[in-house]
Nanobody
Framework: HVQLVESGGGLVQAGGSLRLSCEYS????????MGWFRQAPGKEREAVAT????????VYAVAVKGRFTISQGDARNTLYLQMSSLKPEDTAMYYC?????????????????WGQGTQVTVS
């Protein structure tokens, strides 16, 4: 049974930084993708950044590339999203998720297991 709990969201001024954390347990390390996704009011959920733990391969949305960094903690039970140079358009609910799937499908949004989300608001 996979459990994911996000934290670290909040209100920040444009140009500022935040680091989101996702504590997870119960997932299969070999063959699983992990990622951060976001959904703004009235918009579809979109992939922000994904990682394939066995190879540490990462993929970023064009809108965040160069500003956001996805990483795993050393103990491999925490997923991070370091967000810098934040813009008002980054305002959304941010979710972490995991699913057992090949690396080529990591950036799709139809993941099986999701956290409850953490709100990021950029003013």
């Amino acid at each position: 049974h996979v459990q994911l709990v996000e934290s670290g969201g909040g209100l920040v001024q444009a140009g500022g930084s935040l680091r989101l954390s996702c504590e997870y347990s119960g997932y299969r390390y070999i063959g699983s993708c992990m990622g951060w996704f976001r959904q703004a009011p009235g918009k579809e959920r979109e992939a922000v950044a994904t990682i394939y733990p066995p190879t540490q391969s990462t993929v970023y949305a064009v809108a965040v590339k160069g500003r956001f960094t996805i990483s795993q903690g050393d103990a491999r039970n925490t997923l991070y999203l370091q967000m810098s140079s934040l813009k008002p358009e980054d305002t959304a609910m941010y979710y972490c998720a995991t699913d057992y799937r090949p690396w080529a499908l990591c950036f799709r949004t139809d993941y099986h297991d999701w956290g409850q989300g953490t709100q990021v608001t950029v003013s």
